[in-house]
């Protein structure tokens, strides 16, 4: 079963508009961290935003915002007044225990157009 | 921005033959990781390494192998190289103890095999 579900591979937003991009997930451990990423056109991963499962407030920073739904398993990243330099694709993860270490698991990403 | 640099950036080599790739990090971060980043895949995870000498399997890590013999460094290795094995490879660090612990990526490797 896959553990970080994105299910919109594409998706476009018109300038200044806002954007919820969909990530759902699935573990058993209960200590647990999500996370977005953004990688543009350019290649680098640059991370946005940070969601602990024991947190009991949505994390923002910026322009963005994690809508977390614990029950659901859905941390969907919120992006707000959509820019041309929010084009790029972007991915969702989630941290969880190996025992020795952690380990991130990556989702399939979804690629955003913002559009004038 | 963390100090990570992966070398080389770009290479073309042939099936069958050998590859390392290498991750330096000056941050002194105790876990290290690496992905390879396909079309429709996402980045998956290969090897990590939560510290020197201590390495653990990913998720695709046939084919692969991997060294830590100083906490800066991070190799890794294919040792006869294939076509499917092209791909983008990513090295990440990360410290836990450290805010969220989220992992710094390094600019990324491009692995042509012909």
């Known amino acids: 079963a896959q553990k970080i579900t994105q299910t919109q591979p594409g998706m476009f937003v018109q300038e200044k508009e806002a954007v919820t991009l969909d990530c759902t997930y699935d573990?058993?451990?209960?200590?647990?961290?999500l996370f977005w990423y953004k990688q543009p056109s350019s290649g680098e991963m640059i991370f946005l935003i940070y969601q602990g499962s024991y947190d009991q407030q949505n994390a923002t920073e910026g322009r963005y915002s994690l809508n977390f739904q614990k029950a659901r398993k859905s941390a969907n990243l919120v992006i707000s007044a959509s820019q041309l330099g929010d084009s790029a694709m972007y991915f969702c993860a989630m941290r969880e225990r190996t025992g020795t270490a952690s380990k991130l698991t990556f989702g399939t990403g979804t690629r955003l157009q913002v559009t004038l | 921005d963390a100090g990570i640099t992966q070398s080389p950036r770009h290479k073309v080599t042939e099936t069958g033959t050998p590859v390392t790739l290498r991750c330096h990090q000056t941050e002194n971060h105790r876990y290290m990781y690496w992905y390879r980043q396909d079309p429709g895949h996402g980045l998956r995870l290969i090897h990590y390494s939560y510290g020197v000498k201590d390495t653990d399997k990913g998720e695709v890590s046939d084919g692969y192998s991997v060294s830590r013999s100083k906490t800066e460094d991070f190799l890794l290795t294919l040792e006869s190289a294939t076509s499917s094995q092209t791909s983008v490879y990513f090295c990440a660090i990360s410290e836990l103890a450290a805010n969220t612990g989220e992992l710094f990526f390094g600019e990324g490797s491009r692995l042509t095999v012909l």
């Open positions: 573990t058993s451990d209960p200590s647990y961290g």
